[in-house]
């Protein structure tokens, strides 16, 4: 069983629209856990952490569900430069395991 | 405060050549990951070193590649013999320690091609 396992979509969703992305993590022990986005052949760039309690930046909200080993990301009012392939990450056992990344494009 | 540098950005090799790709983390960053990405496809973790200490390398290939993070200087990932699969991105990330929330950070990537 994969670290971490994300649909690898694709979404494609209009202008302004609400998209929600989830992941699942195998390891109970896993520490921390964030949300990257990548942009076609560039570097993964971090999104956000995602703390326990829930965190939300702008028009982006992450949870985390420790129990059902579930973190998901919420993106309001999509904007067109919020395609991208979105990764989930998970750290655990001193190291970092990657999702294979969900894909969004945003229509006009 | 640089980020995370790679170098070079793009390198081209001949099959049996060696490829040698640099990483320079973060300052103040003591903990190097690379990772290699094929395309179209997701990040594949190769190893995960500290100063002078690989802590974990089931990601890398037991033959032709090697890597090291010596007390001075950047860390160099090594592929010998380079043949056309190896063809892919390499990212380098660093963090400050692991655990807790602690986020790694990722250089540009070096695009190696094999001819």
């Known amino acids: 069983r994969k670290e971490v396992e994300q649909d690898p979509g694709p979404f494609n969703v209009p202008e302004g629209a609400t998209v929600a992305f989830n992941c699942t993590y195998s390891?109970?022990?896993?520490?921390?856990f964030f949300w990257y986005r990548q942009d076609c052949r560039k570097e993964p760039k971090l999104l956000m952490s995602?703390?326990?309690s829930g965190n939300e930046d702008g028009r982006f909200t992450a949870q985390l569900n420790r129990a059902s080993q579930y973190i998901s990301l919420l993106i309001r009012d999509s904007k067109l430069s919020d395609s991208a392939t979105y990764l989930c990450?998970?750290?655990?056992?001193?190291?970092?395991?990657f999702g294979t990344g969900t894909s969004l494009t945003v229509i006009p | 405060n640089a980020g995370v540098m790679q170098n070079p950005r793009h390198l081209v090799r001949r099959r049996g050549q060696e490829a040698r790709l640099r990483c320079s983390p973060m300052?103040?960053?003591?903990?190097v990951y690379w990772y290699r990405q094929l395309p179209e496809e997701g990040l594949k973790f190769m190893v995960y070193?500290?100063?002078?200490?690989?802590?974990?390398e089931s990601g890398m290939p037991k033959e032709r590649f090697s890597a090291e993070f010596p007390k001075e200087g950047p860390s160099i990932l090594r592929i010998q013999q380079v043949v056309r699969g190896d063809s892919a991105a390499y990212f380098c990330?660093?963090?400050?320690?692991?655990?807790?929330?602690?986020?790694?950070?990722f250089g540009p990537g070096t695009r190696l091609t094999v001819t």
């Open positions: 990330a660093s963090s400050p320690r692991v655990g807790g929330l602690y986020e790694q950070y």
């Open positions: 390891n109970s022990a896993s520490q921390s």
């Open positions: 995602v703390y326990s």
């Open positions: 990450v998970v750290n655990a056992r001193n190291q970092f395991y």
């Open positions: 300052k103040g960053h003591s903990h």
């Open positions: 070193l500290q100063k002078e200490n690989i802590i974990d």
